[in-house]
């Protein structure tokens, strides 16, 4: 027995100190945690892309855009175009990978352009300059020479896309109020703009006041508010005829503050009927009107989340402006902006996971967003009066409306962050802005 | 009795009432001095007069007789007698040192910086009064002190202990009235002493004249200075140097190579495990040792008369620990052979890491802060953003990533797309950073040549 048990302690030695003998082996690599990454704009180079024949300027103006659209975001630097030691030529040439990288390029864009017979055709390359290789396929768009803007934003896109996991917002339009004139007798007209500002076209002209419009998730009709009839009421317009019909008339009413569902077979919008203001649905046809609340407070600016299966909207129930979400069939709602101030104008982001709203505090107006539960508010402006926000196709960005004291209201947007804040170039005053979904 | 003693006792008699009462009733009513007061008057209006009117340029003796002064007439007074005797010092505004310093002693020791700090240190160097005052006034308004006679007090404590400590004193003279005149100029004067700096003393003068008088006698004031400034240098040499810590770190050395060689000592003890020779080295002992006792003690029980039980069992505990034994240098080997093909290596190819010299907390940041400063996830969605990524990468003896080994070990809070866009942002981190090279210490080669990096912004870019 003794023996055995000397055999027994000695197995447990050995197993003992196989074990610690052996953990060792069997270690992990060295493990180092990061948690402090650096948030500044991506350098990316993009060199002037090559003429293949009838692009002309074309060419040069194609490779502005995309730069611009990617350098404005905030999230893209572009390396000036004298710095680059490769000199592309050729679409097919080579990349010479470490004369990028010698520049901190960590992106390269080379592309080429074709204009002939009325239309224009562009390719790129998406380079990962470290890599030593390209960041996905590459692509080629084309269209009308008309649409070149068109076709650059695209590939814009696609670079955004490919580099930040989004999609883009580039190839996308904006609504908007346009005014003009005196404040005491302001002339308001419906408007259209590329979301940069670009090709602005009117929609209506000055003969009444127009507000609030909101484009279709489809982006080919705009619901929007005018007082052609002497008194508030909701219209839909067709973009493409622009044609325009009224919707929910009923007498002794007004109705205003239209949106669209995710669908876009369904309105919510608020309807005054004596004296009280309440939010309605309504099949995008002119039937099914529904009441969705019930309160003799003044609930108005519904907004349906990206499911839609759900309304947020802004009350006075409580006794001040807040914002509310209930069911997209009406019924209770339950309160979730809870700060100081007034809450108003909410919007869904088209991601589901942000409300952007209007704050005013204490004598300023803020653009800020919450989660759905009402947490996390983070406010992105503060100005004089900054309210309307609309939301980029992404998600990622926010335009609104910004007038300063004395001023006339400009449209600016701000990253959902708060980085980036910006003026956008419009043709005079500008306010009530909505962004389209991305253009087919 | 006779009338001489009636007389003698009555005159007793009256020296001992008198005696009693005369103090009693004339004691009183003789404190009163009003002296007092006039010195104080004395002191404030006077030195002003005195200052206002008085140009003579003999400092050095008045100040001898100030110091003298201050000593012999310890308390109450000292303030109206310092008065006077800065005033006409105090003109020239670098007196107000030298009669701490007991001017002789300072004197000759500025002289050195005397050119120099003319605009700075003239202090001590009482000769030109009227117009360097004025240049001083301006340049410094530290110096500008009429009021610096409180100096001479602190002499008298420089006197008893020899202590240098009289500093403040000499900094509390300067700057009260500097406030009132210099006000304006303050910006011109410090061109000037940027000429003084070039010979880089100028600020050892200022601080050598309040040790000046500690010293007391000795001209070697610019001396004791200069010694002062380089204590300063040899000491932050001398925390350089602890810091270095590669003799701490070579310990720690010596201690993976033991575990590292380990492993072929394992091998042959597993290939000697049959004739029981024990391995040299620590990893090995273990292995080896009771594989050799099993076996003498199977053999032993072999021609025992133990019961066969027991002879089964040692059987089954030899034959695991062989087994045991022969499997760590099943592992070794591919760890060996991955060190020297300094492939990628596999998650279990760390082994060698594990076994070199460990990492020091300062290696650690610098590497992390090298990959941190090319970590950008402005690019990604707010999604990426919160994705946590392990990524694990294969670094070269010249401290450079081998491209192809950066791999994606794991991740974590996200969908699959934003762990790869989470990992691209880290990839590029690390190709960027690493395209230098990563600061690194090459004697732990064994160490870091497979790391994996963890990637964890926890929503900061948002």
């Known amino acids: 027995m003794s023996r055995l048990r000397y055999l027994l302690s000695a197995a447990l030695a050995a197993a003992t100190l196989g074990a610690v003998t052996g953990a060792p082996l069997q270690a992990e690599p060295l493990r180092i945690e990061l948690g402090t990454p650096v948030v500044e704009p991506m350098p990316f180079a993009l060199p002037r892309f090559v003429d293949e024949g009838g692009a002309g300027d074309m060419a040069a103006e194609i490779s502005g855009v995309i730069a611009a659209d990617l350098a404005g975001t905030g999230l893209f630097e572009q390396i000036p175009q004298n710095a680059y030691i490769q000199n592309i030529t050729s679409f097919d040439a080579a990349v010479s990978y470490p004369d990028w990288q010698a520049i901190n390029a960590q992106a390269l864009i080379t592309g080429a352009v074709q204009g002939g017979g009325g239309q224009v055709a562009v390719k790129f390359c998406l380079h990962d300059v470290f890599a030593n290789g390209t960041l996905g396929e590459c692509l080629q768009f084309a269209g009308d020479k008309g649409s070149w803007r068109r076709v650059a934003h695209k590939v814009a896109d696609a670079v955004y896309s490919r580099i930040t996991g989004e999609s883009g917002y580039f190839d996308s339009r904006v609504v908007f109020v346009s005014e003009a004139g005196p404040k005491n007798q302001r002339q308001k007209r419906l408007a259209v703009m590329d979301y940069d500002g670009a090709n602005t076209s009117y929609l209506t002209d000055s003969a009444s006041i127009v507000l609030a419009p909101r484009f279709s998730p489809s982006g080919d009709r705009i619901l929007f508010t005018s007082y052609s009839s002497g008194f508030p009421q909701i219209y839909v317009m067709d973009v493409g005829s622009l044609s325009v019909r009224g919707l929910g ?100 982001s088209p991601r589901g996971d942000y409300i952007a709203f209007t704050k005013q505090n204490a004598g300023r107006f803020h653009i800020g967003v919450m989660l759905v539960d009402g947490s996390e508010e983070k406010l992105l402006t503060a100005s004089y009066i900054d309210e309307g926000p609309t939301w980029a196709p992404n998600g990622r960005v926010i335009m609104f409306a910004r007038q300063e004291p004395g001023g006339d209201p400009m449209l600016y947007s701000v990253d959902v962050t708060g980085r980036n804040l910006k003026r956008i170039p419009t043709q005079g005053a500008a306010s009530d802005p909505a962004w389209s979904p991305l253009l087919p | 009795m006779d009338k001489g003693v009636i007389i003698s006792g009555i005159g007793h008699i009256c020296l001992i009432l008198w005696v009693l009462l005369g103090d009693f009733l004339f004691s009183p009513s003789e404190p009163p001095e009003p002296a007092v007061t006039e010195v104080s008057l004395l002191s404030s209006a006077e030195f002003d007069a005195m200052v206002a009117s008085s140009p003579e340029a003999t400092p050095a003796a008045e100040a001898g007789e100030a110091a003298a002064e201050p000593a012999a007439e310890p308390v109450e007074q000292p303030a109206a007698e310092p008065q006077p005797d800065p005033a006409p010092s105090v003109k020239p505004q670098p007196k107000p040192e030298p009669p701490p310093a007991k001017p002789e002693p300072p004197a000759p020791a500025e002289p050195e910086p005397a050119p120099e700090p003319e605009p700075v240190v003239e202090p001590e160097p009482t000769p030109a009064p009227p117009p360097k005052p004025a240049e001083l006034a301006e340049t410094l308004p530290v110096e500008p002190v009429p009021q610096p006679e409180p100096v001479p007090e602190p002499t008298a404590p420089v006197a008893e202990v020899a202590q240098p400590v009289p500093v403040p004193n000499t900094s509390k003279m300067p700057r009260p009235r500097p406030a009132t005149r210099v006000a304006p100029v303050p910006q011109e004067a410090p061109q000037e002493p940027v000429k003084v700096a070039e010979e880089a003393k100028p600020e050892v003068s200022d601080t050598p004249t309040p040790e000046t008088p500690v010293v007391e006698e000795k001209t070697e004031a610019a001396a004791p200075e200069e010694a002062t400034t380089e204590i300063v240098t040899e000491a932050t040499p001398q925390e350089d140097a602890p810091t270095l810590a590669p003799t701490s770190s070579r310990k720690p050395q010596s201690r993976p190579k033991r575990t590292a060689p380990a492993a072929e000592p394992a091998e042959e003890a597993v290939a000697e495990a049959s004739t029981a020779k024990t391995a040299e080295k620590p990893a090995a002992k273990p292995a080896a040792k009771p594989a050799a006792k099993a076996s003498d003690s199977a053999s032993d029980s072999a021609g025992a008369s133990d019961s066969a039980t027991d002879d089964a069992v040692a059987e089954a505990l030899a034959a695991e620990l062989a087994g045991a034994a022969s499997d760590a240098p099943a592992e070794s080997k591919p760890a060996a052979s991955k060190a020297a093909d300094s492939k990628p290596a596999a998650a279990k190819g760390g082994s060698i890491a594990a076994n070199g010299p460990p990492m020091s907390a300062g290696e650690k940041d610098a590497m992390r802060v090298a990959v941190e400063r090319c970590w950008n996830v402005s690019t990604l969605s707010t999604e990426a953003v919160r994705t946590k990524v392990v990524v694990g990468v294969t670094v070269g003896q010249d401290r450079k990533p081998v491209a192809t080994s950066i791999r994606m070990v794991e991740a974590s809070g996200g969908t699959d797309a934003s762990a790869r866009q989470a990992y691209e942002a880290a990839r590029r981190a690390i190709l960027r950073c690493g395209s230098a090279g990563f600061p690194l210490p090459a004697d732990k080669y064994d160490t870091w040549k497979e790391m994996e990096l963890v990637f964890d912004s926890k929503g900061v870019g948002l």
């Open chain 1, 249 to 348: 008339e009923q007498p002794g009413t007004m109705t205003f503050a239209p949106r669209f569902s995710p669908d876009g077979q369904t309105v919510v919008f608020s309807l005054e009927r004596g004296g009280n203001t309440d939010i309605y649905s309504l099949n995008i046809n002119g039937g099914g009107l529904q009441q969705l609340t019930n309160s003799p407070a003044i609930e108005t600016a519904p907004s349906f989340s990206p499911d839609g299966s759900q309304i947020v909207f802004e009350s006075d129930r409580s006794g001040n402006q807040q914002i509310y979400v209930m069911s997209a069939g009406g019924g209770e709602a339950r309160r979730v902006s809870g700060g100081a101030g007034r809450y108003g104008t909410p919007v869904w």
